[in-house]
């Protein structure tokens, strides 16, 4: 079977991404696929922790870079509005926390529930102060201070956005873009069919038929299934909770969260995660966030403003146990249902 032109993967920042393209003539495809590729090169130089010669180990080497590149700057002031906007639970200065727990090279390198040997050092504390960044634009000098910080998540939301900006300025026309599981897409004005994006149950694949229905926009989970190993005996995971500088303890299992922008789903799925079930509620009714959170007792519930997005396949609906949906002041009804 010949390959479709309109698909393509690219391995970058420890994940593959994956394209997906409607209405691209192939040729047209191939030319994308090449400028895509050549951008998500371009970001790995600028923001990989796990590459020696990229900007942000120089960065973090010192605390400052002159002349930084435009990505960079991007991605660190990213991160400093998402540290403002959670109030701190959102926190890039983990990178010695990662370290200390084993989690110093690409996942794919180091495996779900391999066995690290243990750090001998204390477990780094909390930074006593708020993070902040600064560009002397005189000086061309980007500061950070002196705890290193790493821009995975939210470096690979703002990848998903640029590469989806980048598409639809090249006329791509309609395309979904997933990488790590977390998915961007784009729905053309001319384009009557949506995006069906499945909702994974970490448990079991058939216990929780929903699937979400996006135009454009973004779906972003965080997730302890995949990026999990052990230390000394203890299972941890890549969620760190700044306050304590280890692996979030929290009730949920996974976050799913539907926005405009994958770099907030990202965020939001991460902050609601660290606030657990009832925290994370509190978060979702206050923003209006679209979020489905899995409790690691296999309970789901889900927020208000889920219903705009959920789809129910009626044939296994009746397997979709323990739903919750929390402080509704208007009957639940879902967008359609498949038979």
Same mark, same amino acid.
């Given at each position: 079977?010949?390959?479709?032109?309109?698909?393509?993967?690219?391995?970058?920042?420890?994940?593959?991404?994956?394209?997906?393209?409607?209405?691209?003539?192939?040729?047209?495809?191939?030319?994308?696929?090449?400028?895509?590729?050549?951008?998500?090169?371009?970001?790995?130089?600028?923001?990989?922790?796990?590459?020696?010669?990229?900007?942000?180990?120089?960065?973090?080497?010192?605390?400052?870079?002159?002349?930084?590149?435009?990505?960079?700057?991007?991605?660190?002031?990213?991160?400093?509005?998402?540290?403002?906007?959670?109030?701190?639970?959102?926190?890039?200065?983990?990178?010695?926390?990662?370290?200390?727990?084993?989690?110093?090279?690409s996942?794919?390198?180091?495996?779900?529930?391999?066995?690290?040997?243990?750090?001998?050092?204390?477990?780094?504390?909390?930074?006593?102060?708020?993070?902040?960044?600064?560009? *002397?634009?005189?000086?061309?000098?980007?500061?950070?201070? &002196?705890?290193? /910080?790493? @821009?995975? $998540?939210?470096?690979? !939301?703002? =990848?998903?956005?640029?590469?989806?900006?980048?598409?639809?300025?090249?006329?791509?026309?309609?395309?979904?873009?997933?990488?790590?599981?977390?998915?961007?897409?784009?729905?053309?004005?001319?384009?009557?069919?949506?995006?069906?994006?499945?909702?994974?149950?970490?448990?079991?694949?058939?216990?929780?038929?929903?699937l979400?229905?996006?135009g454009?926009?973004?779906?972003?989970?965080?997730?302890?299934?995949?990026?999990?190993?052990?230390?000394?005996?203890?299972?941890?995971?890549?969620?760190i909770?700044p306050?304590?500088?280890?692996?979030?303890?929290?009730?949920?299992?996974?976050?799913?969260?539907? *926005?405009?922008?994958?770099?907030?789903?990202?965020?939001? &799925?991460?902050? /609601?995660? @660290?606030? $657990?079930?009832?925290? !994370?509620? =509190?978060?979702?009714?206050?923003r209006?966030?679209?979020?489905?959170?899995?409790?690691l007792?296999?309970?789901?519930?889900?927020?208000?403003?889920?219903?705009?997005?959920?789809?129910?396949?009626?044939?296994?609906?009746?397997?979709?146990?323990?739903?919750?949906?929390?402080?509704?002041?208007?009957?639940?009804?879902?967008?359609?249902?498949?038979?």
């Open positions: 079977m010949k390959k479709d032109a309109r698909t393509w993967r690219v391995h970058a920042m420890g994940t593959h991404f994956n394209f997906q393209l409607r209405q691209a003539t192939p040729r047209h495809a191939r030319r994308l696929a090449e400028a895509t590729e050549r951008l998500l090169q371009s970001m790995e130089t600028s923001w990989s922790r796990f590459r020696e010669d990229s900007e942000l180990s120089a960065l973090n080497q010192t605390g400052e870079l002159a002349h930084p590149s435009t990505l960079l700057r991007l991605a660190v002031f990213e991160a400093l509005t998402a540290h403002r906007l959670t109030g701190g639970h959102f926190d890039p200065r983990v990178k010695r926390a990662l370290e200390h727990l084993g989690y110093e090279r996942f794919t390198e180091v495996g779900t529930g391999a066995e690290l040997a243990p750090r001998p050092a204390a477990s780094p504390a909390r930074p006593p102060s708020e993070f902040c960044a600064i560009f *002397d634009e005189h000086a061309g000098v980007l500061s950070i201070g &002196s705890e290193p /910080i790493d @821009l995975g $998540g939210i470096g690979k !939301g703002l =990848a998903l956005r640029m590469l989806s900006d980048h598409l639809r300025h090249s006329d791509s026309g309609s395309h979904l873009i997933e990488a790590g599981g977390d998915i961007r897409t784009y729905l053309d004005s001319h384009d009557p069919d949506p995006w069906f994006v499945d909702i994974e149950d970490p448990f079991s694949s058939a216990s929780l038929p929903m979400v229905r996006v454009t926009g973004a779906v972003a989970t965080s997730s302890v299934k995949v990026r999990n190993w052990k230390v000394g005996g203890q299972t941890k995971h890549h969620i909770d306050a304590t500088m280890d692996s979030a303890e929290s009730d949920l299992y996974a976050v799913t969260v539907v *926005d405009t922008d994958s770099a907030r789903a990202e965020v939001f &799925s991460k902050w /609601i995660f @660290l606030r $657990g079930g009832a925290g !994370g509620m =509190a978060i979702c009714r206050d209006e966030i679209a979020a489905l959170m899995i409790g007792d296999g309970g789901v519930r889900y927020s208000p403003a889920w219903a705009r997005y959920m789809q129910v396949q009626a044939e296994a609906s009746t397997r979709a146990t323990g739903c919750v949906l929390s402080d509704v002041s208007s009957p639940l009804e879902p967008l359609s249902v498949s038979a």
